[in-house]
């Protein structure tokens, strides 16, 4: 019900952009949301967004780096990473909330999941 695309290697201070089509439920949910997991660590946020549009979440991190966004009529969203360094390095995972208004932060908030992209960013 989640499909990320757009992993891949990129050389530090490229960018990327990574999609998330929705389809069933998840087209309905109220926040749509990426999370990353790096090799040996805990699965972490990056951004959040209301389907709404109106109000967008960011992990202190990726501010200023990385953009959300969603296409309604498309049903998918978007995170465009710029300015990107070996630390963004992971499994980035899209994943979708039918609360209406969940802690957008704890990925226990989150009821769907996308199968994970790998980006890898070199130096």
């Known amino acids: 019900q989640l499909q990320a695309s757009g992993g891949g290697l990129v050389q530090a201070g490229g960018s990327l952009r990574l999609s998330c089509a929705a389809s069933?439920?998840?087209?309905?949910?109220?926040?749509l949301g990426w999370f990353r997991q790096a090799p040996g660590k805990e699965r972490e946020f990056v951004a959040a967004?209301?389907?709404?549009?109106?109000?967008?979440y960011y992990a202190d991190s990726v501010k200023g780096r990385f953009t959300i966004s969603g296409d309604n009529p498309k049903n998918t969203f978007y995170l465009q990473m710029n300015s990107l360094n070996p630390q963004d390095t992971a499994v980035y995972y899209c994943?979708?909330?039918?609360?209406?208004?969940?802690?957008?932060?704890?990925?226990?908030?989150?009821?769907?999941w996308g199968q994970g992209t790998l980006v890898t960013v070199s130096s």
């Open positions: 994943a979708a909330s039918r609360v209406p208004f969940p802690v957008v932060t704890d990925r226990q908030s989150y009821g769907y």
């Open positions: 967004i209301r389907w709404s549009g109106a109000n967008t």
């Open positions: 069933g439920r998840t087209a309905s949910a109220y926040v």
